[in-house]
């Protein structure tokens, strides 16, 4: 019972950032019907940036997590004018192959750039764990998960309270009929790309002082994300967050109980059966996928 | 392009060790030849049926699993207490494992995944993979995890006269893969040019219309897989007894990137644009080897993605196709079967 406690902590701590990286890759496909490849490497790159800025720069922990989140956010506006806007009329498949071409680049220069070493990101929390009965948890990752529980309130704010994001939802429904009642349809297209980008370095942020910071950590991560929103259902704003902390209690559930050394494959498998069963996600109401 | 300026090409191919022997280029020339034929495999579902397959590292890396562990034979536990054992086979019945086993899971695959389509088809695809991935990591017994199995034999063929000959030499394996290569090449371009091939190219242009005049949609997709996972896995084989170490890292998803990029630069849909593409990023890496990192060749390779579906969307052959005055409608150079098929 013990152990289940500490598992229920430790998954929801986990699916907190899963939210974050799910809830922006479902935006981007709701809005833009983009598969976004690239979410991985911005998670990655908001990492790398908390390294840069606190360990290179000696810049304030905190501060340094709102300017990667929002460097992250200014390369998903440069990837989004550069390479998705010219591409508005193409096909689904075109366009997954130039993100994943520039997810490609991305990665290797990453790679290029820091080494191929993991880093250390030092944060300013203490390293002895939070005691409370049979549970014991490092205050860093109550933090995790307290910013990012912030972060999807805000998300969800913006999105049903603002103009902005009332043109962001139209957007999300029918993109001709908002362009029609005046929405400028590629700025919601640059922003939507933008925020949600800048969630996933803001996960990448807040994971990178958890863990280490490695160039290819933005790959099993990147693919993830697509088993969090698949989990859902793709274009699906709940459903992500949802899929977020089941995936998080998935993973540390069946690490715990079934097996460690599969602990990565839980969410692939699952994917597949959801697919393979329900489709739309377990969430979503019934609808048309093929 | 007729029939004789392709025949031309493969007998220059199989001319060039006696011409050239260079060691070093044979050898790059053969891995070069292992990932074409990958991208032949490949261009049959994303060129022919329109599906973006991103899992098809999954089929190359369990035809190189299956092959090394056919010739190496196994003894595992199953559960229950009982035993699988499978006493070392000689490479040929490998080879034949590989394809056996990659067809089966492409069925799997193909019976689950082509449910759905766009977006879905391809994230199914690439977790698929990814799972196959994370078990050779982790089912040690059988895979040796990330140890990897080494030690592989090199090819053996039954030679008439001579029996079962061992291929240690560089130009021997060279011409074993050419020759594979082809087979497989004339295995698409029949297939292509069927009742199958003409059900595919239907569907891929309008699947919904396909439907309603009564192509069984899914059985000729699975069809399509099945032979293409075969393939892939043939190619897997020869890639882990021409290197002779298989790894977890067979299934990584940039494998399959490596044979995607094959496909759309050499022209997806049309025979030679996997020999075309692959030709090129076969060579590339390794004339630019030493001249940069590992890391700047597969930036060069994202930009080079990027830049080619922007500007030249249906790749080298179908654009040089069209340079060239129509002598006779092109079989096979042609971008879309369709506009020969129809009147």
């Known amino acids: ?110 790679m290029w750039g820091w080494g191929g070493v993991a880093k250390l990101v030092p944060s300013p929390f203490a390293g002895t764990p939070l005691v409370v009965g049979p549970i014991s948890v490092m205050p860093l990752r109550i933090f995790v998960l307290l910013v990012a529980c912030a972060l999807l309130l805000g998300f969800w704010l913006l999105l049903d309270r603002t103009r902005a994001g009332t043109a962001m939802r139209a957007t999300f429904q029918d993109a001709e009929a908002a362009a029609l009642m005046g929405v400028r349809v590629g700025w919601v297209n640059t922003a939507t790309f933008a925020i949600g980008s800048g969630l996933a370095a803001a996960a990448g942020a807040l994971l990178g002082p958890v863990f280490m910071v490695s160039p290819t950590m933005g790959d099993l991560v990147g693919l993830k994300a697509f088993a969090i929103v698949i989990l859902g259902g793709l274009g699906n704003l709940p459903g992500a967050a949802i899929g977020g902390f089941a995936l998080g209690y998935i993973e540390e559930f069946g690490g715990g109980y079934v097996s460690t050394e599969y602990r990565d494959a839980f969410g692939f498998l699952l994917i597949i059966l959801v697919l393979a069963i329900r489709p739309q996600g377990l969430v979503a109401p019934r609808e048309r996928v093929g | 392009m007729s029939a004789v300026p392709g025949w031309c090409f493969v007998a220059a191919m199989a001319a060039l060790p006696l011409v050239l022997p260079d060691l070093y280029l044979l050898s790059v020339l053969t891995s070069a030849g292992i990932f074409i034929i990958g991208a032949i495999s490949l261009n049959l579902l994303l060129g022919y049926t329109g599906q973006l397959s991103l899992g098809h590292a999954a089929f190359f890396g369990l035809g190189a699993y299956a092959s090394a562990l056919a010739s190496l034979g196994f003894d595992i536990g199953i559960g229950f207490g009982l035993r699988l054992t499978l006493p070392p086979q000689p490479v040929w019945i490998g080879f034949l494992a590989a394809i056996a086993v990659a067809g089966g899971f492409g069925w799997l695959l193909g019976r689950l995944a082509f449910r759905v389509r766009g977006a879905y088809f391809v994230i199914i695809t690439i977790c698929f993979a990814q799972v196959l991935r994370m078990v050779a990591l982790n089912w040690v017994e059988l895979t040796q995890g990330p140890m990897a199995l080494i030690g592989l034999s090199p090819f053996s063929l039954w030679l008439p006269g001579q029996g079962v000959v061992e291929l240690y030499a560089k130009n021997q394996t060279y011409w074993l893969v050419l020759g594979v290569a082809v087979l497989c090449f004339l295995v698409v371009r029949q297939i292509v040019h069927s009742r199958v091939g003409r059900a595919l190219v239907a569907l891929r242009e309008n699947e919904t219309l396909a439907r309603s005049v009564g192509i069984r949609v899914t059985h000729y997709l699975v069809i399509a897989t099945v032979v293409s996972a075969g393939i892939a896995g043939a190619a897997g084989s020869l890639f882990a007894h021409n290197v002779r170490i298989v790894d977890p890292d067979v299934f990584l998803f940039i494998y399959t990137v490596t044979m995607v990029i094959m496909v759309i630069t050499g022209g997806k849909g049309t025979l030679w644009g996997p020999v075309v593409g692959g030709l090129i990023f076969g060579l590339l890496p390794d004339l630019l080897r030493g001249a940069a990192p590992p890391e700047a060749q597969w930036i060069a390779y994202g930009v080079a993605m990027i830049l080619l579906v922007m500007f030249l969307p249906r790749g080298i052959v179908p654009a040089i196709a069209a340079l060239m005055p129509a002598r006779r409608p092109g079989r096979g150079a042609t971008a879309s079967p369709v506009s020969q098929e129809a009147p």
């Open chain 1, 1 to 110: 019972m013990d152990q289940a406690l500490q598992h229920l902590v430790n998954g929801t701590v986990l699916g907190g950032t899963y939210a974050l990286l799910g809830i922006g890759l479902t935006l981007i496909f709701g809005v833009m019907r983009v598969v976004n490849f690239t979410h991985g490497e911005l998670y990655a790159f908001g990492a790398y940036m908390v390294y840069a800025l606190v360990s290179l720069l000696g810049i304030n922990f905190y501060l340094s997590l709102l300017l990667a989140a929002l460097l992250g956010a200014a390369l998903g506006a440069a990837i989004e004018l550069l390479l998705l806007r010219p591409l508005r009329r193409a096909d689904i498949d075109s366009v997954m192959l130039v993100m994943i071409g520039a997810a490609l680049v991305l990665q290797n220069a990453e």
